[in-house]
T-cell receptor
Framework: KAGVTQTPRYLIKTRGQQVTLSCSPI?????VSWYQQTPGQGLQFLFE???????NKGNFPGRFSGRQFSNSRSEMNVSTLELGDSALYLC??????????????FGAGSRLTVL | KQEVTQIPAALSVPEGENLVLNCSFT??????LQWFRQDPGKGLTSLLL?????REQTSGRLNASLDKSSGRSTLYIAASQPGDSATYLC????????????FGAGTQVVVTP
């Protein structure tokens, strides 16, 4: 069974550009969530999608957006990049809605560097 | 608002010693608590999941306990090995979280040969 796949794995952008990251969840998983990880802030929740609907959004500016497609694949977009957006962006998928059986499985992450 | 704390932030032990990692949370209305391992620059690997109704889970050398009333979970790693060196994170899913797991800052573990 294939795991969570994130692309691209590494990318370098300059300030003001935009970036789109992609996440393919485990087959059958309908929930996809995104987290930003930086050395100073740790893991911070960006948003979560379930069956193409955004159910929750973290405390990030509107430059951060996402969507989920009918096949559960998800993308996140960051516009007008800032130096502080440099981070490891992690995608996770799970099979269930909120329940005790809700197990998060993470991808390897997309490492974004903003110059 | 759920807050998750992991103490200590870093831990160094000689090979063969048992590891004890702590995770505390402020809101006991949880669905589950999950322990992860993260190697430098990599994604998170799930180790154990404890559902709200459970007291502990075991997998090989790993054992995790959950005490909701005191808001604590402990991860025990028996007979540590250098390959256990990594950062260990706990994450909590609360009942009003709508898909958001709240993570602790992690405990960085070094096991010396």
């Amino acid at each position: 069974k294939a795991g969570v796949t994130q692309t691209p794995r590494y990318l370098i952008k300059t300030r003001g550009q935009q970036v789109t990251l992609s996440c393919s969840p485990i087959s059958g998983h309908r929930s996809v969530s995104w987290y930003q990880q930086t050395p100073g802030q740790g893991l911070q929740f960006l948003f979560e999608y379930f069956s193409e609907t955004q159910r929750n959004k973290g405390n990030f500016p509107g430059r951060f957006s996402g969507r989920q497609f009918s096949n559960s694949r998800s993308e996140m977009n960051v516009s007008t990049l800032e130096l502080g957006d440099s981070a490891l962006y992690l995608c996770a998928s799970s099979q269930h809605r909120d329940s005790g059986a809700n197990v998060l499985t993470f991808g390897a992450g997309s490492r974004l560097t903003v110059l | 608002k759920q807050e998750v704390t992991q103490i200590p932030a870093a831990l160094s032990v000689p090979e063969g010693e048992n590891l004890v990692l702590n995770c505390s949370f402020t809101d006991s209305a949880i669905y589950n608590l999950q322990w992860f391992r993260q190697d430098p620059g990599k994604g998170l690997t799930s180790l154990l999941l404890i559902q709200s109704s459970q007291r502990e889970q075991t997998s090989g050398r790993l054992n995790a306990s959950l005490d909701k009333s005191s808001g604590r979970s402990t991860l025990y790693i028996a007979a540590s090995q250098p390959g256990d060196s990594a950062t260990y994170l706990c994450a909590v899913l609360t009942t009003d979280s709508w898909g958001k797991f709240q993570f602790g800052a992690g405990t960085q573990v070094v096991v010396t040969p």
